[in-house]
């Protein structure tokens, strides 16, 4: 499986984004999919995560309420929407997608593929 995520780019405080990620290759209900991000100087950390099938989410405590994951299966595409945005959440975003497991899986190591990161700046 092939991930290319899109989306990022300059927002102000307050604002909101889209992030989008379409994976070419097969894909099973199965497979979980979820976002991660990178702040510079830190470490990668869990943002969001569902099944492609839906069924179920998990989201990071920093970011419930305010981002919601979606997925089109008819165009193999996991969207991450962002409103409410704060300069904390300025960062690399990646997606990634696991085959098998639990939308519970927070840790990068638990992901098999991963696409190219997209940048969020959120301004103050």
């Known amino acids: 499986v092939q991930l290319q995520a899109s989306g990022g780019g300059l927002v102000q405080a307050g604002g909101s984004l889209r992030l989008s990620c379409a994976a070419s290759?097969?894909?099973?209900?199965?497979?979980?999919v979820a976002w991660f991000r990178q702040a510079p100087g830190k470490e990668r950390e869990f943002v969001a995560g569902?099944?492609?099938?839906?069924?179920?989410?998990n989201y990071a405590d920093s970011v419930k309420g305010r981002f919601t994951i979606s997925t089109d299966n008819a165009k193999n595409t996991v969207y991450l929407q962002m409103n409410s945005l704060k300069p904390e959440d300025t960062a690399v975003y990646f997606c990634?997608?696991?085959?098998?497991?639990?939308?519970?899986?927070?840790?990068?190591?638990?992901?098999?593929?991963w696409g190219q990161g997209t940048l969020v700046t959120v301004s103050s």
């Open positions: 990634a997608s696991l085959r098998g497991g639990s939308i519970f899986y927070t840790h990068p190591t638990n992901y098999n593929y």
């Open positions: 290759g097969r894909t099973f209900n199965t497979d979980v």
């Open positions: 569902r099944w492609w099938s839906g069924g179920g989410t």
